[in-house]
């Protein structure tokens, strides 16, 4: 059975300026404008400063906006935070939630990150809640554990297939140019597929992207594994050549 639709994913992170940001948008709405409707649904995640800026390059294309992260709360005294309905007037229709580089760094906890995928949720926007294993956590043989109870921890109760995306992210894949073998992504995918198909009606056709390094080398072998419904590119996705590369790399639909 053919799976969702694949979904390309570019997370800017914090890098580039304003000129960068709307030129890479603009880059990316060229190249997608070209590509025929089969192909992937591709999505940009620019800093904060930057979502209005390309939201006005993106108009009129079918590439879409999405934030790297938001505040649970609708409003309040939250100094320096931004809230779900804010990203939305701002144009985003996916928000990222749970990003490692969140827990690690923030130490947003899988009760945060849930109650901010639920935030996301109520905004009428899409999710894309990151989970994803150490280093250590992958030696001690914890892997499928650690992800099974991140995603029971912060799972938004009232997900299905429109409004939740769920990334599998190897904290140690991420921005290191190693990734998990074929047969490492099939199990965790498979493992997360089950554990959404039990949760869910429409488990089966939730989107589960793979994230960790992906460029344009290694796209096409990642985006064939079974239930790897597309991919969270972080480093790749600031060069329109590599990401374009990742994009004709998913599986038409
Ligand atoms: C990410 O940060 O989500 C990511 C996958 O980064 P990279 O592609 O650079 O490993």
Same mark, same amino acid.
């Given at each position: 059975m053919a799976g969702p639709k694949p979904l390309i994913a570019g997370n800017w992170k914090m890098n580039g300026r304003l000129a960068d940001a709307t030129k890479l948008a603009n880059t990316v709405s060229a190249f997608v404008r070209a590509l025929p409707s089969t192909s992937a649904d591709v999505l940009v995640c620019p800093p904060f400063p930057y979502l209005a800026p390309v939201a006005q390059a993106l108009a009129g294309s079918r590439v879409r906006l999405g934030a790297q992260d938001c505040h649970a709360? $609708? $409003? &309040? $005294?939250?100094?320096g935070d931004v809230s779900a309905d804010m990203l939305k007037d701002s144009g985003c229709s996916f928000v990222i939630v749970g990003h490692s580089e969140r827990r690690a760094l923030h130490g947003e906890t899988d009760a945060v990150v849930q109650a901010k995928a639920n935030a996301v949720l109520r905004a009428g926007m899409t999710a894309i809640l990151c989970v994803g294993e150490t280093l250590a956590e992958r030696d001690e043989g914890r892997t499928i554990p650690v992800v099974a109870s991140q995603l029971v921890g912060s799972l938004p109760a009232n997900a299905n297939s429109e409004n939740l995306v769920v990334a599998y992210e190897p904290v140690w894949a991420i921005g290191t140019g190693r990734t998990p073998t074929v047969a490492q992504v099939g199990e965790v995918h498979g493992a997360i597929r089950a554990g959404l198909s039990k949760k869910f009606s429409d488990g089966a056709k939730m989107r589960i992207l793979y994230g960790g390094s992906v460029n344009g080398l290694n796209a096409l072998e990642l985006l064939a594994i079974a239930n790897v419904d597309g991919a969270l590119v &972080? &480093? $790749?996705?600031?060069?329109a050549d590599a990401f374009e590369t990742i994009v004709k790399a998913a599986p038409r639909r």
């Open positions: 709360e $609708a $409003a &309040g $005294a939250f100094t &972080g &480093g $790749a996705s600031l060069r």
